[in-house]
């Protein structure tokens, strides 16, 4: 029988104590994880908003245009650059990475435009590269079923295939579809950072064209339907809501 000495505890005790520290460390830690997660999805939402209301403050100013998803180098109208474009009128240059609305959690940029929303709309990459038309904001039917923004996957990429950035390593493409969406891969495509896991535990952001935020899990792939991500999903990129809707089965 183990007695305690007056010069400390027993190894019971000790045994003890310890089961006790794993258990409440067992519980505590993924209290604290998930609230560092909503904290940043609480970031993330809020530059979201700012962003929005630049996308309106922009129209506004330009008689009713959003700025144009991507375009080639050089171009003053697409709503990501440096330079004094874009956006970065209304927000901010994204030269300060984290503590910019232009990223969350980690820098140059975390958001992609859809690029869906030119004139003509609704063209797939690559046949979308040389639109650099943007659309009008009254142009889109159902701004509140219409994806504005999303969180991208990031990419590893040499400085020198971008000249338009300054930041080694690490990139989002600053347009694209629902196959640029983060955790929509079951598997990191070539050059990707953890692809496969949403921004947020298991969701990402989304900011719509009337300005409001959602957050909800992406879309999964599907290997077996042309092209990989059911409609419902879908929908919400387009703006002609049914123009591709032959190429789904129907449900």
């Known amino acids: 029988m183990y007695r305690r000495s007056?010069?400390?505890f027993t190894l019971v005790e000790i045994l003890v104590a310890l089961a006790v520290i794993a258990l409440l460390l067992g519980i505590l830690l993924p209290i604290l994880s998930g609230a560092k997660d909503?904290?940043?999805?609480?970031?993330?939402?809020?530059?979201?908003?700012?962003?929005?209301?630049?996308?309106?403050?922009?129209?506004?100013?330009?008689?009713?245009?959003?700025?144009?998803?991507?375009?080639?180098?050089?171009?003053?109208?697409?709503?990501?650059?440096?330079?004094?474009?874009?956006l970065t009128r209304y927000v901010g240059n994204r030269d300060g990475g984290f503590n910019t609305v232009w990223c969350c959690p980690y820098p140059p940029r975390s958001y992609g435009m859809n690029s869906f929303l030119r004139k003509p709309s609704d063209v797939f990459y690559p046949g979308c590269v040389s639109i650099l038309t943007p659309i009008r904001q009254?142009?889109?039917?159902s701004p509140r079923r219409t994806i504005l923004l999303y969180e991208g996957t990031q990419i590893t990429i040499a400085v020198a295939t971008k000249p338009e950035t300054t930041y080694p390593g690490i990139y989002v493409y600053r347009c694209g579809d629902w196959t640029e969406v983060r955790g929509w891969y079951p598997k990191n495509p070539n050059g990707s950072i953890d692809a496969d896991k949403p921004w947020h535990n298991?969701?990402?952001?989304?900011?719509?064209?009337?300005?409001?935020?959602?957050?909800?899990?992406p879309g999964k792939h599907r290997s077996d339907v042309s092209p990989n991500v059911s409609w419902e999903e879908a929908g919400e990129w387009f703006v002609d809501k049914y123009k591709y809707r032959y190429m789904w089965p129907q449900e």
């Not at 298991?202 to 957050?215: E, I, Q, R, T």
């Open 138 to 141: 009254d142009a889109v039917p």
């Open 38 to 86: 909503n904290a940043y999805r609480t970031k993330c939402a809020s530059n979201m908003h700012q962003l929005g209301a630049a996308f309106s403050m922009y129209a506004s100013d330009w008689d009713g245009v959003f700025p144009s998803p991507g375009g080639l180098f050089g171009g003053r109208n697409y709503w990501s650059q440096t330079g004094g474009g874009g």
């Open 6 to 8: 007056d010069q400390g």
């Open 202 to 217: 298991n969701v990402n952001n989304y900011l719509y064209c009337d300005g409001h935020v959602k957050a909800r899990p």
